[in-house]
């Protein structure tokens, strides 16, 4: 999602909701740095950050913002562990930060 159609999505919103944004990728991941994704209270409201299980924990983590938690930083370990079953790991490591994307809409909830 490029910078404009970002903005106006987050100027058409009426509830809150959490941007997470890669803020680094290291080795092979599915998106690179700069990517980024919204999340409603209700679930993913626009773009992605690489799908998965890895953005699955993104969305967990943009979740505890709406429960009063702060933002942060999430490390997504896409690296494939000796034990793994499964060869469909991409093998990179990302940082994701997530923050209040509307942060008076939080305030009014």
């Keep these: ?11 058409g ?3 809150p909701a959490v941007l997470a944004t890669i803020v680094s990728a290291k080795g ?7 990517a980024r994704m919204l999340v409603g209270t ?4 626009a773009g992605t950050v690489g799908g998965g299980c890895g953005e699955g924990e993104v969305i967990e983590a943009a979740h505890e913002l709406f429960r009063g938690g702060g933002p942060r930083t999430v490390r997504v370990d896409l690296t ?5 079953w499964s060869p469909a790991v991409c093998g990179g490591i990302m940082d994701v930060f997530i923050e ?6 939080f305030t009014r909830s």
Excluded at 1 to 11: P, T
Excluded at 28 to 34: D, F, I, N, V
């Design 1 to 11: 999602m490029d910078e404009k159609e970002l903005l106006a999505r987050l100027a």
């Design 42 to 45: 209700g679930g993913v409201i």
């Design 28 to 34: 092979s991941t599915p998106r690179k740095t700069g």
């Design 13 to 15: 919103l009426e509830e």
């Design 100 to 105: 209040r994307a509307n942060p008076d809409l």
């Design 80 to 84: 494939d562990e000796l034990t793994s």
